[in-house]
């Protein structure tokens, strides 16, 4: 059994990056109180950074005002104490892609919150089901699988492991919708339903650029402008990092065999430390 929507005010999440900064502001947006643990404090200091900045965005384009930015940072504790999400009654984690980290954090969390605590994991490719099973209560663990950037993305996916129970992608699906989230659900079958299909478009697009296809802006424009998506596949895996594509797709080719191999070139480009925007060179330049 895991609470209703009613009893839930405070959020925990596990992870101040991206992902966690992103839906630790969008949940304070929301009124919730939010704990935001990282395990170093200059992880933390950097999520406020990352929701000052977004918060700034809305502020400029009127989304918000001034002292409601203030106030959604004002609802967010930072935090290096896993104990602090002790009185949480909802916690999503958001740390890094890896199966042994994700099941300690998991395992810690378990011992960690009361029963009827909601876990969600924010994992793109991983399985729901492996990470759930570090616990003692895998039924109130399910994927709570935000999009980034979380505070501009409209969707997030909601994906049902082996053990998950129906009261937990109930609540799930009714947290999402009250961050104002719309939803769909998936399997806990390798990559969901976004990665499966995302990754392959990016390592096509990676591909058709090292084949000459076309110019990677022609490709990138090319599928904006003939299939109406906001960013290409080359600047979109700028967007998401490199190092992310590349470790979602070698979850999605381990599982799923060769169809979904990652381009020689996106692995290359890794290993040469460019990641995309957050290093400043990926496809592209950055500033
Ligand atoms: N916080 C707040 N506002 C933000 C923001 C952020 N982090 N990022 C962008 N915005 C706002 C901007 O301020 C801007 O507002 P105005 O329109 O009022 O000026 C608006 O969003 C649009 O931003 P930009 O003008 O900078 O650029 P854009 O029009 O290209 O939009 C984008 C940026 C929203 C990221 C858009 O390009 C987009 O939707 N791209 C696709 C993103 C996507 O597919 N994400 C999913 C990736 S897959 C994933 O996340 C799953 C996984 O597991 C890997």
Not at 75 to 96: M, N, P, Q
Not at 112 to 140: C, E, K, M
Request: charge should be negative; charged fraction near 30%.
């Amino acid at each position: 059994m895991v609470r209703e929507l009613d009893a839930v005010e405070r959020i925990g999440v596990v992870g101040a990056g991206t992902m966690g900064s992103g839906i630790a502001q969008v949940a304070a947006t929301s009124g919730y109180d939010v704990v935001m643990r990282d395990v170093e404090e200059a992880f933390v200091e950097s999520g406020f950074e990352s929701i000052e900045n977004s918060l700034g965005r809305l502020v400029d384009r009127g989304s918000i005002d001034e002292e409601e930015a203030d106030a959604v940072v004002d609802r967010i504790e930072g935090t290096t104490d896993l104990a602090a999400l002790s009185d949480c009654d909802l916690v999503v984690e958001a740390v890094v892609e890896d199966m042994d980290v994700k099941q300690d954090v998991f395992a810690d969390l378990d011992g960690a919150v009361d029963r009827d605590v909601l876990l969600g994991t924010n994992t793109s490719t991983l399985s729901v089901t492996t990470i759930a099973s570090a616990t003692d209560h895998p039924d109130r663990v399910v994927g709570l699988h935000f999009m980034n950037p979380v505070p501009v993305m409209e969707g997030v996916e909601v994906v049902v492991g082996e053990k998950s129970s129906d009261g937990a992608v109930e609540l799930a699906h009714a947290f999402a919708e009250d961050l104002g989230k719309e939803t769909w659900e998936a399997d806990d079958k390798p990559g969901f339903v976004t990665n499966r299909i995302l990754m392959p478009w990016i390592n096509e697009g990676i591909r058709a650029f090292d084949e000459g296809v076309a110019t990677k802006a022609d490709i990138d424009r090319g599928m904006k402008l003939g299939t109406n998506v906001p960013m290409g596949p080359l600047e979109l895996a700028d967007h998401v990092g490199l190092d992310v594509c590349l470790h979602a797709s070698e979850t999605l080719h381990e599982e799923l065999g060769d169809r979904y191999k990652p381009a020689y070139l996106l692995k290359r480009k890794v290993d040469a430390g460019d990641l995309g925007k957050k290093t400043g060179t990926g496809f592209y330049e950055y500033d």
